[in-house]
């Protein structure tokens, strides 16, 4: 991916474009696998897993990277959130499906409704299992 594009991208949340942060954002953005630390940290053996944790920190934080959390390994996922979307988790697989087919508007009004708060985030994870493994 261009090198450009991912700079203004970081640098549109208010980032500095590190290396690290460089090529962890391409990797999230070119692989849609729901990864944890770890399994990036093999791919991308030349950068501590320290590190590695730190700067999805910092990507989290500008809401550029998505923690998924409740997949049945225990592990934190993490994912590219450009794009905002929602997961499907199957339970019995493990395997976490983008979907982005959802309109939240209800949703979210209903929360301010019954908080009063200004709603600024949000994250959806749906759980399921395939029909033929649920019997
Ligand atoms: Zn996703």
Redesign the pocket.
């Known amino acids: 991916m261009d090198a450009d594009k991912l700079r203004q991208i970081l640098q549109k949340r208010g980032l500095k474009a590190t290396q690290q942060r460089l090529t962890l954002l391409e990797y999230l953005m070119t692989h ?1 696998t ?1 990864p944890t630390a770890e399994m990036i940290h093999k791919d991308l053996s030349d950068i501590s897993l320290a590190t590695i944790y730190n700067t999805l920190e910092k990507l989290v934080e500008v809401k550029l990277v ?1 923690i ?1 959390e409740g997949v049945s390994d225990g592990k934190r996922h993490y ?1 590219y959130f450009g794009d905002p ?1 929602y ?1 499907i988790i199957n339970t019995k697989t493990e395997e ?1 499906i ?1 979907a982005d087919n959802f309109d939240p508007t209800v949703l979210l009004q209903a929360a301010r409704e019954a908080s009063g708060l200004n709603i600024t985030d949000y994250r959806i994870e749906v759980y399921g299992v395939d029909p033929k493994d649920a019997k």
Do not use: K
Request: no cysteine.
């Open positions: 849609e729901h998505a998924i994912d979307h997961h976490i983008d």
